[in-house]
């Protein structure tokens, strides 16, 4: 068996995000569902799966096979994370998932952006509008940025008074 090229592990890390961030949205949007929140992330996930596809498509493209191992860790990840939110504060709960889901798209912006610089040398992904992609992942972390400062107000404002 081949040893996977830099290239291949590089898609495969990403797409081990991209599941932890389509698990950590529908959890949270399920738990916010009726809210503006919800529909948000709604809009979101549906967003981020089709991003989830297109880099399975450009894996495809580049030969890259998956790592099963990589997307189950992100899966179980997310499961373990779940422990990690797991509080009865559900503004602070939301809190930290929006801020695990602006971390994720950060990481995005940065594979857009490396695959543009590399497309080049890479024949396959050279078609490929970049450019469209990164503008729409800068718009997802506008918006979760949006909620997190409402859910970092909402969540950790001024204390009751004693």
Same mark, same amino acid.
């Given at each position: 068996m081949n040893e996977p090229q830099p290239l291949d592990i590089y898609l495969n890390d990403h797409l081990g995000g991209s599941v932890m961030a389509?698990?950590?949205?529908? /959890?949270?949007?399920?738990? &916010?569902?009726?809210t503006e929140l919800g529909q948000f992330l709604e809009k979101f996930l549906a967003e981020v799966e089709e991003d989830k596809r297109t880099l399975e498509g450009l894996m495809d493209a580049v030969g890259a096979s998956r &790592? +099963?191992?990589?997307?189950?860790? =992100?899966w179980l990840g997310e499961k373990l994370t779940r422990l990690k939110l797991g509080t009865s504060e559900k503004n602070l709960a939301n809190l930290l998932s929006v801020e695990t889901l602006c971390m994720g798209v950060q990481g995005k912006i940065y594979l857009w952006t490396a695959l543009d610089k590399v497309a080049a040398g890479?024949?396959? $992904?050279?078609?490929t509008d970049f450019n469209a992609l990164l503008k729409a992942a800068q718009t997802q972390q506008d918006g979760l940025e949006r909620y997190r400062l409402e859910l970092a107000e909402k =969540? $950790?404002? =001024? /204390? +009751?008074?004693v």
């Open positions: 389509i698990e950590i949205a529908k /959890r949270c949007a399920a738990e &916010n569902s009726g &790592n +099963p191992v990589k997307q189950a860790g =992100a890479h024949e396959v $992904l050279s078609g =969540a $950790l404002g =001024a /204390r +009751p008074a």
